[in-house]
């Protein structure tokens, strides 16, 4: 069994506040529905309350006011989930492969690596390429020609950055192809998804900020700006030249047409097409909720007519007001 850490150890490192035994042993994190002893876990809102009275885990994270009323083993703090990560981080290391360039990877000409970069099997690095120090390559990147990568970036498996991008002009009844002659720079202490794809600008960069972080089956069209700390969830599109500002979060398969911004603090919610420019923080949606099939049709139908009612309402406001107008003479 690993040694595990204390709950003096743990406070320490998540900056949290202790109630309880500070030597307790934890080993192993679990959810609040299925830890055990010698587990630690964490509830961050109300909706879980109830598992204060059920919960077999040795020790729980918890906020101020759950902990006031909890009789076990607890870290107090007002963030659970940065409280969660911190701990989880001390507990499960991440463990970097031994050898720090695999025999298989494939690296072009005039190939800058910095200190300490990891680049595992089956990747390909091509020419004018630049890894700053400390990243980590998964196994199966592609790197096209010229694509700047910041220093502590993980990149994970089978991404693709500075493909093409989707250029061409209309030529009678084909399509010419736009040469992409830019490239993609990603800053320092970004996360990349397995199987996102980042496009290499027409002209300049497609440009990642710092700390951004990209789940997987993202796209990220050519000369896209994605401003420093913004997150964006699994299977969203972004089509070219988008402008968005910083510490956005941007939620699963959402799609944001091409040539707008989004300010610096805005959350889009999940499934939304973002197709104007937004210019204020604050949170955006679009798109409708489940429903049951035979709602969901009636609620259809009433969309396509919504048209001829406002039309039909208008017309019955004009009428109501001429009646109004002919009683008050």
Not at 262 to 291: A, F, Q, R, W
Not at 305 to 313: H, N
């Amino acid at each position: 069994m690993p040694k595990g850490f204390s709950l003096q150890e743990l406070a320490e490192y998540t900056d949290s506040d202790i109630r309880g035994d500070a030597q307790l042993r934890l080993y192993s994190v679990a959810s609040i529905e299925k830890a055990v002893s010698g587990d630690l876990s964490y509830i961050r809102d109300a909706k879980y309350r109830h598992y204060l009275q059920t919960s077999e885990a040795s020790a729980l994270i918890l906020p101020t006011d759950m902990a006031q009323t909890y009789q076990g083993n607890c870290l107090v703090n007002p963030n659970p989930y940065l409280a969660y990560a911190k701990a989880v981080t001390l507990l499960y290391p991440a463990v970097r492969p031994a050898v720090l360039i695999h025999p298989s990877v494939v690296i072009g000409d005039g190939v800058e690596l910095g200190a300490d970069v990891v680049i595992e099997a089956g990747c390909v690095i091509g020419d004018g390429c630049v890894i700053g120090d400390g990243s980590w390559l998964h196994a199966n990147v592609t790197l096209y020609a010229d694509t700047y990568i910041g220093k502590r970036c993980i990149i994970h498996s089978g991404a693709v950055l500075g493909a093409d991008g989707f250029g061409f002009a209309p030529d009678q009844k084909t399509w010419f192809k736009i040469p992409q002659v830019g490239n993609v720079v990603v800053g320092d202490d970004v996360e990349i998804g397995a199987n996102t794809t980042i496009d290499r600008a027409a002209m300049g960069s497609t440009v990642i900020g710092n700390g951004v972080k990209l789940d997987n089956l993202i796209q990220i069209g050519h000369n896209t700006q994605i401003g420093d700390y913004t997150a964006m969830a699994a299977c969203t599109a972004v089509a070219g030249s988008v402008q968005i500002g910083r510490y956005c979060q941007i939620a699963g398969m959402c799609a944001i047409a091409g040539h707008l911004s989004i300010t610096d603090h805005v959350v889009v919610t999940g499934t939304s097409m973002v197709s104007h420019s937004i210019t204020k923080p604050g949170v955006y949606s679009s798109g409708t909720t489940i429903e049951e099939n035979a709602v969901w049709r009636k609620n259809a139908v009433r969309f396509n007519q919504l048209d001829k009612l406002a039309r039909r309402l208008q017309e019955l406001e004009k009428q109501l007001t001429a009646l109004q107008n002919k009683g008050s003479t």
